[in-house]
Every structure is written in structure tokens, then in C-alpha cells.
């Protein structure tokens, strides 16, 4: 008795350690969509391809709004999503902005989306390429009934052509690990 | 004749019963489209062979009673937004949330997403988001598309599992079952989940919204 508490107690640090790290464990991954896959939000929106497959939308489009979803893997797989960036160019007086969105619906029941903004990040200023990133911690345990999307809007009030325009959104996460720790500890040291 | 030949005769014609029936079998999950019923889907009934699966009606919303997640199922969402029109774009808007309606006034009333699942995937239930406030309906469906593995060929096309709305529910969700041992051949077949916004292919109807289409399926 006196030796299994004495060999316990000479363990302890390094079961600590390994709970912790079992526990805490990700995989991490990360998902980036070429601006060419967003889609506008009108169909008479005007849009382009310029340099190395930026988008940008026309000047005197009736839309300056695009959308995308964030091919994600499939639910019941569990996420920690840890940053969403942008690249593009932007030359003009406006700016471009992207926002990570939620929309939830009920999953046998008939109800409008719920949407939750997650984060944006977007260009500022007038100084050419830029890049942007939003660090963040949100647990994405939830595609049986939400799906995520990029919205993009290239200018504020209306289009600024070439001179404002978005290459790549890049969504960084961590497949969530589930905890293996207990059967370690009871396989491996307990039996 | 001798009895070896009699023998040998018997077993063939029981070796040939057992083929027919095998093979009025595999074929009896099918049911060919008729060339309305081909046009109706937009599509040319010379272009190919169309089939459907047989659907079991006790199969609609049959997910809510079955046995919630568990070991491999998993579920892959598509935004309606990621839909692609046949035609006509400039009438396909985004009005909020990720759907997607089609206007009145083109010829055109279906659009389409490419749905990618891994090799064998078993295909269980398709499930969608929508909201049905118009005289016509809503008729979403998952289409599989298959021609030979190294040959020119032409396409035969299956409609899987479709989901039709009715009435004017407003805001509704609603699956159908595949029928059993409906898998995934990406060797030979792509998949698309594709949407109507009418009863029939040629222009759209008011008051219908696609919110997103829901596939469950085990790897």
C-alpha cells in the first residue's frame, strides 16, 4: 500500500503534464478562399479580375457586396477558430472590409437565421497591398444547425474599380482533440 | 438426354432465373424519367439516360426520430448562396442570411452546388432550410451524374433524393431519407445538390427561398 501511494506520488508531475497536454491538444488547420469564389450578393453586381486574381467590383456597380461560405469540416467535428486574414490592394479613398459570420437555424423546426458577426478585418488607409488579421478563440461545435460564411464589402457607399479589391481570406483553426487522458491514465498506470 | 445433361440444363436455368432476378433487383431501385419528366428537370432527354431513386414517403423527416449523431455520422451544410444558376445570374440574388431567391421574368429556375464527399460516403438524409410563402413550390435535389470510368460517354444522370415543399408554410425545414445503401462513387459520378425555384425548369415563381441544404451522411 505504502509503495503504490509512493509510486503514485513519483508519477504525479508527469500525469499532470500529460493531462494537460491530452486535454489541450489540437490539430491545427487553416482554410483560404480565393476572392473569385465569393459571390455577389445581386445579380447585376458588375465585378472584375485584375493583377493576380484580385476581385474588385466596378465602378458604378449597383452592389459592392459578396459572400462566401467557409468550407469548414463536417459537423460533429469540433473546432477553435484562431484567426481570419485578408490580402488585397487598395489604393482608393474607401476600404475593404470582410466579416466572419454565424447563421443558426433551428434543426427540425422552421425559424429565420440567426446571424452572429465573429469578426472583420479589412484594408485602411491607401498605401497598395495590405494585409490584415483578427486573432481570436471561438468554438465552432455547431454545423448540425449553423453554417459559416465571408461577407465581403469592397468600398463603402459604391464600388472603387481596380484601385480597391481583395486577393485571398484565409480562416486559421484548430480541429478540437477530445480528451484521451483518463484512459491513459487508467490503461497505462491504474490496471 | 442423359441425367449429367439434365442436370446441367437445370442448373443453368436456375443459374438464369437467379440473374433475371438479380437484375430486375438492381434495376427495381431505379425508376427511368420519362421525357417529361426529364424536361420538367431542365434537362434534353437525348443527352443521356435519367433516373430516379425509388422514394419512400414514410421517409420524410424520418431524421427527427432516428438515433441523434453517433459514430461516424456526420453532416455537411451548403449555404444557398453557393448555388450557381443555370442561367439567367442577373435574376439570382442573395437578399439576407446566406439564401438565395430567383425573380420573376427568366427562363430559368434552377441553380446548382457541387457537393463533395469522400469515396463510399453512405449517403442517409437530405434535409432544407427554407421558406415557402408562394403559390408554387420548392423542389430541392441531390443529383448524381455518372459516365464510364475510361470511355467517352454520355452521362446518366439519378436523381437521389429529392425534397418538394407544399402549401405556404413560411419559414420551414424538411428532409427525405435515401434509400439504403445510396453511396458515394467519385470514380465515376459527381454530385450536386440542386434547387428549383418552380414547378417547373423554365422561369421562377414569387415567394420562394432557399436557406440551406443539409446532408447527413456516414463515412
Known sequence: MKFIRK??????????????????????????????????LTGDTVYGESGAG????????PSNLFIAQVPLPPAPIELDIKQLAVWGGDTSSADAAVRLDRYCQDEFAGSTPVRTIITEVGSSGSAGNYFDASALNFRVDDQRTCIYMLSMRLGLNGCNGTNLNV??????????QQPIAEQIFKNGFEN | ??????????????????????????????????NDEIRA???????????????????????????SGGAGVLYTSIAASEFRPRSDRGLFNVPNHASLICQIGGTNSLAEA??????????????????DSGVENLNVALVERCQPNTAAGNVTTTVLASVLTSGTPGQLTQSISFPAATTINNTLCIYSMRVQFANTANGCAANLLLDKARVQWIE
Do not use: W
Not at chain 1, 494537460?20 to 469564389?37: C, E, G, K, N, P
Not at chain 2, 431542365?42 to 426520430?65: T, Y
Not at chain 2, 457541387?114 to 421558406?131: E, G, H, K, S, V
Open chain 1, 167 to 176: 486577393v485571398r481570406v484565409r480562416v486559421r483553426y484548430d480541429v478540437v
Open chain 2, 41 to 67: 428537370l431542365g434537362e434534353d432527354p437525348q443527352s443521356g439516360e435519367f433516373f430516379r431513386l425509388s422514394l419512400d414517403q414514410d421517409s420524410v423527416n424520418a431524421d427527427q426520430s432516428a438515433p
Open chain 1, 54 to 61: 484580385n476581385l474588385f467590383c466596378a465602378n458604378g456597380s
Open chain 1, 7 to 40: 509510486s503514485k506520488a513519483k508519477y504525479l508531475p508527469a500525469l499532470l503534464l500529460l493531462t494537460i497536454f491530452t486535454a489541450t491538444h489540437a490539430l491545427a488547420a487553416q482554410v483560404s478562399i480565393d476572392s473569385r469564389d465569393f459571390i455577389p
Open chain 2, 114 to 131: 457541387q457537393l463533395q464527399l469522400p469515396q463510399d460516403a453512405t449517403l442517409q438524409f437530405l434535409r432544407i432550410y427554407a421558406n
Open chain 2, 1 to 34: 438426354m442423359t441425367f449429367k445433361q439434365q442436370k446441367t440444363v437445370r442448373y443453368s436455368m436456375l443459374a438464369l432465373c437467379l440473374a433475371l432476378s438479380l437484375d430486375a433487383l438492381a434495376t427495381g431501385d431505379k425508376v427511368r424519367l420519362s
